[in-house]
T-cell receptor
Framework: GQQLNQSPQSMFIQEGEDVSMNCTSSSIFNTWLWYKQDPGEGPVLLIA?????ELTSNGRLTAQFGITRKDSFLNISASIPSDVGIYFC????????????FGTGTKLQVIP | SQTIHQWPATLVQPVGSPLSLECTVE??????LYWYRQAAGRGLQLLFYSVGIGQISSEVPQNLSASRPQDRQFILSSKKLLLSDSGFYLC???????????FGPGTRLTVT
C-alpha cells in the first residue's frame, strides 16, 4: 500500500544533540501523527497534529504540521539514550473509516 | 482509560498449523479495530480493519482472516500457516473524534 516518505532512514547521534526528521507525501492529510517504537513493542503515540501550520510540543519533542498539509517534521532536543528506537510518522485522511498511512520509519541510535 | 491487550506475546508454530491471535480493548465502545504485520526492520502493513461487529475489510489478499465476534474483540486467524506469515503482529484501536490509532504490545510469530 501507499507509504509516506520519511527521512532520514537511520541516524546515529551523540547524546545531548538535537535531532530532526521529516515526512513527506504526495497526498494531503487532515491529521499527522508521530509514533515511537521500542524493540519488540508496539508503537506509542507521541504527538498528534490537527491543523496546517500547527506546532505542538511534548517534553523534548516538537512536531509541526506543514502548511501544505503534505509534510510534517519532528524535532527531539537534547537527546538521551532512551530516545533510541524507530520513529514513524502517519497521516490520516478524512472520512468515517480513518485509514492511516504510515511512513517508512527513522531508526535513531544515540551514542552515550 | 483505554487499554489494549494482545495474546499470546510470542508464538512458534510449524508450517501448515492453524493460527489464532486475539486482541481486546477496554475502556471504550465501538472502536475501529486494525491488524497490522511488521516484518523485521520494516514498516507497518495493514492487514484488516473493522468498523463494527462482524464487519471486516481486507487490505491484502493472503491466507489470513479476521473476525470481530464482539465489540471490543478482534481475532486474526489462519487455517494453514506459511513460512512467510512470520512477523510481528500488531492490533490497534481508534475512536473518538480524531481517530488516532493506539497500538497493542504485539505478538511475535515465528513459523518454522
Amino acid at each position: 500500500g501507499q507509504q509516506l516518505n520519511q527521512s532520514p532512514q537511520s541516524m546515529f547521534i551523540q547524546e545531548g544533540e538535537d535531532v530532526s526528521m521529516n515526512c513527506t507525501s504526495s497526498s494531503i492529510f487532515n491529521t499527522w501523527l508521530w509514533y515511537k517504537q521500542d524493540p519488540g513493542e508496539g508503537p506509542v503515540l507521541l504527538i498528534a497534529l490537527y491543523k496546517a501550520g500547527e506546532l505542538t510540543s511534548n517534553g523534548r519533542l516538537t512536531a509541526q504540521f506543514g502548511i501544505t498539509r503534505k509534510d510534517s517534521f519532528l524535532n527531539i532536543s537534547a537527546s538521551i539514550p532512551s530516545d533510541v528506537g524507530i520513529y514513524f510518522c502517519a497521516g490520516l485522511g478524512s472520512g468515517g473509516y480513518q485509514k492511516v498511512t504510515f511512513g517508512t520509519g527513522t531508526k535513531l541510535q544515540v551514542i552515550p | 482509560s483505554q487499554t489494549i491487550h494482545q495474546w499470546p506475546a510470542t508464538l512458534v508454530q510449524p508450517v501448515g498449523s492453524p493460527l489464532s491471535l486475539e486482541c481486546t480493548v477496554e475502556g471504550t465502545s465501538n472502536p475501529n479495530l486494525y491488524w497490522y504485520r511488521q516484518a523485521a526492520g520494516r514498516g507497518l502493513q495493514l492487514l484488516f480493519y473493522s468498523v463494527g461487529i462482524g464487519q471486516i475489510s481486507s487490505e491484502v489478499p493472503q491466507n489470513l482472516s479476521a473476525s470481530r465476534p464482539q465489540d471490543r474483540q478482534f481475532i486474526l486467524s489462519s487455517k494453514k500457516l506459511l513460512l512467510s506469515d512470520s512477523g510481528f503482529y500488531l492490533c490497534a484501536w481508534a475512536g473518538g473524534s480524531q481517530y488516532e490509532q493506539y497500538f497493542g504490545p504485539g505478538t511475535r510469530l515465528t513459523v518454522t
